[in-house]
T-cell receptor, first 118, second 114 residues
Framework: NAGVTQTPKFQVLKTGQSMTLQCAQD?????MSWYRQDPGMGLRLIHY???????DQGEVPNGYNVSRSTTEDFPLRLLSAAPSQTSVYFC?????????????????FGPGTRLTVL | AQSVTQLGSHVSVSEGALVLLRCNYS??????LFWYVQYPNQGLQLLLK??????LVKGINGFEAEFKKSETSFHLTKPSAHMSDAAEYFC????????????FGAGTRLTVKP
């Protein structure tokens, strides 16, 4: 298995440009999520999905859109990039974070996309 | 919402010394607690997690953590540091009722001196 893959690894945008960060997993995981990582702030949840066709907002959703048309893919869209969106973005997946018999499952993280908005 | 606080953004230890990384959480319901490690230019990898049951949790690479409800803590320890342990460590919390929303601490960068 390739696990969680993200493309591109690096991207530079100008303010106002749009782009899509790609995320794919081949583990048939129900749960997928997007985080941004900023110095001194840890990871913050942007959006997540508990299955195809179902998405919801996390802690910092403004300026980002997501969709989940398939189990495997969970793209993150920036419609009009702003310098405040300069960050490292991580996609993660899990078979489920919901409790089933008292068990929560591990999140598997992709390698990240480093985005700079000028 | 639940949250975690990691005490110390940077910890430095000598090779062979005890590693102690501190994490305190805030949650109004029983928490689920995690420690992740991030090596340079990589994603996060789970070290260990506490959900229910035994409060002393053993993870990979010789790390362990103890859930102490009375102290709202989940500190990460390793008896003897190795050079390969140098990385950034993140504590995270979710809970039974909000377990689609995992909150991370700001991270602690561990340096291991020879």
């Amino acid at each position: 298995n390739a696990g969680v893959t993200q493309t591109p690894k690096f991207q530079v945008l100008k303010t106002g440009q749009s782009m899509t960060l790609q995320c794919a997993q081949d583990m048939n995981h129900e749960y997928m999520s997007w985080y941004r990582q900023d110095p001194g702030m840890g990871l913050r949840l942007i959006h997540y999905s508990v299955g195809a066709g179902i998405t919801d907002q996390g802690e910092v959703p403004n300026g980002y859109n997501v969709s989940r048309s398939t189990t495997e893919d969970f793209p993150l869209r920036l419609l009009s990039a702003a310098p405040s969106q300069t960050s490292v973005y991580f996609c993660a997946s899990s078979s489920s974070l919901r409790i089933a018999g008292g068990i929560t499952d591990t999140q598997y993280f992709g390698p990240g996309t480093r985005l700079t908005v000028l | 919402a639940q949250s975690v606080t990691q005490l110390g953004s940077h910890v430095s230890v000598s090779e062979g010394a005890l590693v102690l990384l501190r994490c305190n959480y805030s949650s109004s319901v029983p928490p689920y607690l995690f420690w992740y490690v991030q090596y340079p230019n990589q994603g996060l990898q789970l070290l260990l997690k506490y959900t229910t049951g035994a409060t002393l949790v053993k993870g990979i690479n010789g790390f362990e953590a103890e859930f102490k409800k009375s102290e709202t803590s989940f500190h990460l320890t390793k008896p003897s540091a190795h050079m390969s342990d140098a990385a950034e460590y993140f504590c995270a919390v979710s809970d039974l009722y909000n377990n689609n929303d995992m909150r991370f601490g700001a991270g602690t960068r561990l340096t291991v001196k020879p």
